[in-house]
């Protein structure tokens, strides 16, 4: 079966709770509202369910994609007759190994979706190169070996603010098909928000995902992906273009589509515009949440010439007002994520305490990222502090 054919239409369906019966109606209506299942699958096929895991958290903690909605999609997918693997790769401070990932999918309810749904939980490791000689950033990808193996794609993501890409959605949970400790690779390679975003447009157009599921019941806000506060939205998106979701998304949470890198990025190639896109279902201006907590890197994305003066400077000294991470040494207990995900070696553990060399650090906030301590703090200098109060 051939995916469809690039469509900007987005479904928009209340959902105002994690209770099962209504995040399976609220599912089974968005997916019906952009042409229904059999749109995006044909029965027999064996389709990758790719949740947002990270590092396996209690659903409550609106880390991971919600048990629920992952159960809801698995279940209409089982129902039209697809063989289900339920894969990701979590955050690259975890060594992708089978024991990790059965912790990773019990803390997040996610063994127990597969349960209830008979849908198969993913174990294999291993990982190929998929080739995509049209890229524009990469010409090939390390992919692991359920996305490689799989006929088609299914993206189940979950609505996060995040510290290094502004937003974490659609697009940027592709970047799960990367086996973990490959990751920080492509953030050495990518350092800039929106070089990043570029490379997570090439991953998606080479891995063409058909379909697109948002768990935007409660999103979090502020310092995510991990590190933030749950907040409500109370909405399940659907759509089939990863790009179009992500601006409808951006849009709930108060932020300009393209403030963010990859909706910038495919609108720059002509993928979409994100003024095009259409919604269907309920009215997203009754979800609006204009006062979605940003992450504390965010600069904003307001107009007017002097704020794009101080955008410039900002962009010129990165490294001066982008927060500086530092250790909480009471709250450190040395056990070395931090130190494998950074993509730089910026990190060392020692005496059972983690500290950061700031002069090699690239400020991609991997370490904060990965943290389940919460012993990352970040901090700015007295100038960042001087250009984080010019841009309000």
């Known amino acids: 079966m051939q995916p469809p054919r690039r469509d900007a239409t987005v479904a928009v369906v209340r959902c105002d709770s994690y209770v099962p019966d209504e995040v399976d109606a609220a599912v089974r209506r968005a997916i019906g509202l952009v042409g229904g299942i059999g749109r995006f699958v044909a029965p027999k096929e064996r389709v990758l369910l790719k949740p947002n895991l990270l590092q396996g958290q209690a659903p409550e903690r609106c880390v991971t994609t919600h048990p629920a909605v992952v ?170 273009d990863y790009t179009a979701v992500d601006a409808v998304l951006a849009r709930l949470i108060g932020m300009d589509p393209l403030e963010i890198g990859t909706i910038r990025s495919a609108a720059a190639r002509g993928l979409l515009d994100p003024l095009a896109v259409r919604t269907v279902g309920d009215d997203p201006a009754e979800f609006v949440v204009p006062d979605f907590k940003k992450p504390s890197t965010y600069a904003g994305g307001g107009a007017g010439p002097w704020r794009r003066v101080v955008l410039a400077v900002v962009q010129r000294f990165g490294r001066t007002y982008a927060p500086r991470p530092g250790v909480i040494a009471p709250a450190c207990i040395g056990c070395g994520k931090c130190e494998r995900i950074c993509p730089v070696h910026a990190i060392t553990v020692a005496g059972g305490k983690a500290t950061v060399d700031l002069s090699h650090c690239i400020r991609c906030y991997c370490c904060h990222e990965i943290c389940t301590e919460h012993a990352i703090a970040l901090s700015r200098s007295l100038p960042g502090k001087l250009l984080a109060r010019l841009l309000g």
């Open 71 to 240: 159960a809801a999609v698995a279940r209409l997918l089982v129902e039209h007759g697809c063989r289900i693997v339920i894969a990701d790769s979590p955050g690259a401070g975890i060594v992708y190994s089978e024991p990790n990932l059965r912790r990773a999918y019990a803390r997040s309810g996610f063994a127990a979706a597969a349960e209830e749904t008979g849908a198969v939980l993913n174990y294999d490791t291993g990982f190929r190169i998929i080739p995509f000689p049209e890229g524009e950033t990469m010409k090939q990808f390390p992919i692991i070996t359920p996305a490689a193996d799989a006929d088609a794609i299914v993206v189940v993501s979950k609505a996060k603010t995040h510290m290094w890409t502004r937003m974490t959605g659609a697009a940027k949970n592709l970047f799960g098909l990367i086996p973990g400790l490959e990751k920080p690779v492509f953030h050495f390679r990518f350092r800039d928000e929106y070089a990043f975003g570029r490379m997570l447009v090439d991953l998606n157009e080479c891995m063409k995902p058909r379909l697109q599921v948002v768990d935007a019941v409660v999103g979090m806000e502020g310092d995510g992906p991990q590190a933030g506060s749950p907040r409500k939205i109370g909405v399940i998106l659907a759509g089939s």
